[in-house]
């Protein structure tokens, strides 16, 4: 059987492509050659078997007033589940909990992730081996940023983010990467580039194999 990793996370795992001219196919998802879970997909081989669960403007325990569904935290034990047996849930989450209206600092944005990682670590979904969880520091929201829905002050809270996601990683055994060098564009600030992808998924091809040996 496969090794299998979910890719649990936002936008930037679903592909949200902000500007058209970066995407080969001139629309607002990166195609199955760009995406960063496609690419790790090629990347490792027949031997693994790479599943996307990315969905825009996903938070990691925050409900959104805005739109349902949007909190990981209350729809994760279901994909877990439909996803069994997971050999590797890497989790890439943070950037929207940065929002005003969730009014959370990067300490409380941490926090909230943390949770999210004990309830993925109690799921019965790893079938005779120990939970194992990859968490992803997003790069941080970039210095251009403005957007009134996003709110005030999630550049600083995106900035302060990776030592706090760090310490959640060694507290409950997780491995950890930060994606700080992978590129944001410069049109909204927040979203990969096709080069942030393929940056990102060379990174984790290099890390994923020692973690399922």
């Given at each position: 059987m496969k090794k299998h990793i979910l890719c649990l996370g936002d936008s930037n795992?679903?592909?949200?492509?902000?500007?058209?001219?970066?995407?080969?196919?001139?629309?607002?998802?990166?195609?199955e050659d760009e995406r960063w879970t496609c690419r790790l997909q090629a990347a490792l081989g027949e031997a693994y078997l790479v599943t996307e669960e990315g969905l825009g403007g996903r938070t990691s325990v925050f409900p959104d007033p805005l739109h349902e569904s949007m909190d990981a935290l209350g729809v994760v034990y279901a994909l877990l589940k439909s996803h069994e047996v997971i050999d590797l849930l890497v989790i890439m989450l943070g950037?929207?909990?940065?929002?005003?209206?969730?009014?959370?600092?990067?300490?409380?944005?941490a926090l909230g992730i943390e949770r999210l990682v004990q309830k993925c670590r109690g799921t019965d979904c790893w079938g005779t081996h120990a939970p194992n969880i990859l968490l992803v520091c997003p790069p941080p929201i970039g210095d251009g940023f403005h957007d009134e829905v996003m709110g005030a002050g999630c550049v600083e809270k995106s900035r302060s983010l990776p030592p706090y996601l760090q310490q959640?990683?060694?507290?409950?055994?997780?491995?950890?990467?930060?994606?700080?060098d992978c590129e944001f564009n410069s049109v909204d600030f927040m979203h990969l580039t096709r080069k942030?992808?393929?940056?990102?998924?060379?990174?984790?091809?290099?890390?994923?194999?020692?973690?399922l040996s």
């Open positions: 795992t679903h592909g949200y492509c902000a500007d058209p001219t970066d995407c080969a196919d001139g629309g607002n998802r990166f195609n950037t929207n909990d940065t929002k005003e209206r969730f009014h959370a600092n990067a300490a409380a944005i959640v990683a060694e507290r409950n055994g997780c491995r950890f990467f930060d994606a700080k942030g992808h393929a940056h990102l998924a060379e990174q984790l091809a290099q890390r994923i194999p020692a973690m």
